[in-house]
């Protein structure tokens, strides 16, 4: 199994940093002129077939666009939109890949259901059934992620399907893993540029070794995803479960692990709000907490057959 991008990918990736590069600000709000580029771009029909209104390729692409949305920690709809382009009905499909209608994740909540960035009315991804639904109003709850909304329902319509569980999983994970991978590159930088008794801070063998834990545990995550995401696709590996399950739990440890340390790499400036270092963690505290956290991957892991 070939790990290494096609020039193709590669251009993909190019072209979503460029969108990304050019309105999108870390620590900022959506943007309503992102979200038009990204329709135009494709990229909420990323992994459906031509046939049925997509851009024609597969959940190899999903997971590199999830990667560079990670690495930019981009806030809004955009997995609950992505997860969303499977639905059956193909008017509501081609809404949604168009980006007229955008789609939150939820997930129950007792009798009634919470909501990651949906809106009242509007419609969200049940990643507990994989189901596509209606919700009603929203009360407004407190989100770690302040550039998260977070809601609560007890109103809930089934609409459609909303496709794999197993590609929601290696979407969040692929989404994590660009997390890992951004706070490394921030502690580097910082250790390069921040400098403390007439040299780099990055030279001192406390961060330098800091900064080489976050190099590996970012580097084992994408290849895991990239690693199940091929697996997946290709449908000829008997352990494609095993290996989504396992990036789930890699990429959540290394996207938790890599935000603290790099605020612990920042020193005094990256406990304070000024910094941007504080978005990784609220973030990767957030998505790493879906589709019952570490402790239901880490379960669901040792269940699969090796």
């Known amino acids: 199994m070939d790990l290494l991008p096609t020039p193709e ?7 979503i940093q460029a969108v990304l590069t050019d309105r999108h600000t870390l620590g900022q ?3 309503d002129e992102l979200w038009t580029a990204a329709a135009d771009q494709g990229w ?3 992994g459906m077939s031509e046939d049925r209104g997509g851009v024609g390729y597969t959940i190899v692409e999903e997971a590199l666009l999830c990667i560079e949305l990670g690495r930019g920690c981009v ?7 992505i997860l969303a382009s499977a639905a059956l009905e193909a008017d509501l499909r081609a809404q949604i890949i168009s980006g007229e209608r955008r789609v939150g994740l939820a997930e129950r909540l007792g009798d009634g259901y919470r909501i990651l960035d ?3 009315g509007g419609l969200a991804v049940l990643l507990d059934e994989m189901v596509l639904g209606e919700i009603g109003e929203l009360s407004a709850e407190p989100c770690l992620d302040p550039l998260t909304s977070l809601g609560t329902t007890s109103e809930w ?3 459609d399907e909303a496709g794999d569980g197993d590609r929601a999983t290696l979407l969040i994970a692929a989404t994590l893993a660009g997390l890992a991978a951004a706070t490394t590159v921030q502690s580097v930088s910082y250790g390069m540029d921040r400098e403390q008794f007439g040299q780099p801070v990055g030279g001192f063998q406390a961060v330098k070794h800091r900064c080489a834990d976050m190099a590996v545990k970012s580097e084992s995550a994408l290849t895991q995803v990239h690693y199940a995401a091929i697996a ?35 020193g005094g400036i990256g406990f304070t709000l000024e910094h941007t270092a504080h978005r990784y963690v609220t973030r990767a505290r957030v998505l ?5 956290g570490l402790r239901t991957h880490l379960a669901d892991l040792l269940a699969q057959p090796v």
Request: charged fraction near 20%; avoid cysteine.
């Open 9 to 15: 990918q590669d251009e993909i990736t190019a072209s």
């Open 118 to 120: 949906g809106e009242s």
């Open 157 to 159: 319509r089934d609409v």
């Open 44 to 46: 909420f029909g990323l």
């Open 232 to 266: 997946f696709h290709d449908g000829q590996h008997d352990d494609h479960r095993f290996q989504i399950e396992a990036a789930a739990v890699v990429a959540a440890r290394a996207a938790v692990e890599n935000a603290e340390i790099n605020i612990q790499n920042h």
């Open 75 to 81: 806030p809004g709809p955009f997995v609950g939109t």
């Open 288 to 292: 790493a907490g879906l589709r019952g």
């Open 29 to 31: 709000p959506m943007s």
